[in-house]
């Protein structure tokens, strides 16, 4: 099957879609499950890498451009064209690894705000691809944090919530404009 997809990795002047921003309700919202992979869907995921390249992003999720379903882009290599995107529909995080790390983690909705988040290392995701078929993959590092992230917005959570700084966290949403009561504070185990 061709890859169907492919778009170039690059900032266009006027992106197909609008990201929420911390604050919004939008980005609260749980997301529905996708019921099937169809071209409305590989057209949502074309917009959406456009709009994350465009805003030298590495992960992006349905519910930041205004769309309530279960769909996220990601890619950790946006600088190599070789290196295809992933395209993750009703992604579930099956397992998690047992190392926790800790890494500095931004968001295209939160934007300015960078922030220690500690996660674990490594997951187990199963997803569907663009074309509608089940996938399973362990993923460490680098693409383990943007899933997680990226997964966590399908829920409603967003990284400002998993900070355990609180300090940090206040001072950080403030310089950048953003509201303290936008946070819904959870506990690191969750």
């Known amino acids: 099957m061709a890859e169907t997809l492919a778009v170039p990795k690059q900032k ?3 992106p197909p879609l609008a990201i929420h921003r911390l604050g919004d309700r939008v980005l609260r919202q749980s997301s529905k ?3 099937q992979v169809n071209a409305e869907i590989r057209q949502l995921a074309r917009e959406m ?10 992960g992006l999720a349905a519910p930041q451009v205004g ?3 279960q769909v996220i882009v990601v890619d950790v290599d946006p600088e190599n064209a070789a290196n295809p995107p992933l395209i993750l529909v009703n992604p ?8 926790l790390a800790t890494g500095q983690e931004g968001c295209l909705s939160i934007p300015g705000v960078y922030l220690e988040v500690r996660r674990p290392a490594a997951v187990e995701v199963s997803y569907k691809d663009e074309h509608g078929r ?5 993923v460490d590092d680098l693409t383990a944090r943007v899933i997680q ?6 829920h409603g959570i967003l990284f400002v919530d998993r900070v355990e700084s609180p300090l940090k966290l206040a001072q950080e949403l403030a310089r950048n404009r953003f509201s ?7 506990p690191a185990s969750s």
């Open 12 to 14: 266009l002047s006027a």
């Open 33 to 35: 499950r996708v019921s």
């Open 49 to 58: 890498l456009q709009t994350m390249y465009s805003a030298d992003g590495i």
């Open 67 to 69: 769309v309530a379903k």
């Open 92 to 99: 579930v995080i099956e397992t998690l690894g047992t190392t």
């Open 134 to 138: 089940p996938q399973r993959r362990w």
């Open 149 to 154: 992230h990226e997964t966590d917005h399908l």
């Open 180 to 186: 303290l009561a936008d946070v819904r504070r959870i």
